[in-house]
């Protein structure tokens, strides 16, 4: 199976400008989700959409949006980018989102989207 | 909210060498997952090895280990005869339990070197 891919790697944009970054989940995986990595403040989680619904979010404000689609596909969107919004984005699929009855589903994850803001 | 302390930000070890991360957690759940996961330079992040909070039994993968310290919310990650590859940055990550939780609370990271 393929692995997580996400697109583009490298991005740079300057500030004010939005952004729109794609994950394509492992296929079968249901379950998305988006981190942010940054130096200072570490990976952090944005958001986790799961069969087209957010389902959980972080504490970002709302300049950061996503959305899954039908062949769960997700997107993630930045509006009016800060310079501190540089920073490397991951995404991560899982198969179902914690449904199983195992309890457990592994996440893995995409290469990332290295995004500079200047 | 959970927390995940990692208070090593750099290690090194001797090829072939044993070496030990630390980790701490703060929960007041009782249902969660510990993770170890490593990310090499420029290259994807994987899990290396997985505890469920309600096993008592320290999980092992092949060369890496974990002492899992439930009541202390210690979770250490033992490599042995340590390699090359094992160069990287190794988070320790918290999940909560139950349906819908596919959310990861990191630690800081800890560089491991290895040195030849």
């Known amino acids: 199976k393929a692995g997580v891919t996400q697109t583009p790697r490298y991005l740079i944009k300057t500030r004010g400008q939005q952004v729109t970054l794609s994950c394509s989940p492992i296929?079968?995986?249901?379950?998305v989700s988006w981190y942010q990595q940054t130096p200072g403040q570490g990976l952090q989680f944005l958001f986790e959409?799961?069969?087209?619904?957010?389902?959980n979010k972080g504490n970002f404000p709302g300049r950061f949006s996503g959305r899954q689609f039908s062949n769960s596909r997700s997107e993630m969107n930045v509006s009016t980018l800060e310079l501190g919004d540089s920073a490397l984005y991951l995404c991560?699929?899982?198969?179902?989102?914690?449904?199983?009855?195992?309890?457990?589903?592994?996440?893995?994850f995409g290469p990332g989207t290295r995004l500079t803001v200047l | 909210a959970q927390t995940v302390t990692q208070s090593q930000p750099e290690m090194s070890v001797q090829e072939a060498e044993t070496v030990t991360l630390s980790c701490t957690y703060d929960?007041?759940?009782?249902?969660?997952?510990l993770f170890w996961y490593k990310q090499p330079p420029s290259r994807q992040m994987i899990l290396v090895i997985r505890?469920?909070?309600?096993?008592?039994q320290n999980a092992t993968e092949n060369r890496f280990s974990v002492n899992f310290q439930k009541a202390a919310k210690s979770f250490s990650l033992k490599i042995s005869d340590s390699q090359l590859g094992d160069a990287a940055m190794y988070f320790c990550?918290?999940?909560?339990?139950?349906?819908?939780?596919?959310?990861?609370?990191f630690g800081t990271g800890t560089r491991l070197t290895i040195i030849p």
């Open positions: 296929s079968g995986h249901r379950s």
């Open positions: 959409y799961f069969s087209e619904t957010q389902r």
């Open positions: 505890q469920e909070a309600y096993k008592q």
């Open positions: 990550a918290y999940r909560s339990g139950g349906f819908g939780n596919e959310k990861l609370t």
């Open positions: 991560a699929s899982s198969p179902n989102g914690g449904d199983s009855g195992s309890g457990f589903n592994e996440q893995f």
């Open positions: 929960t007041s759940e009782s249902d969660y997952y």
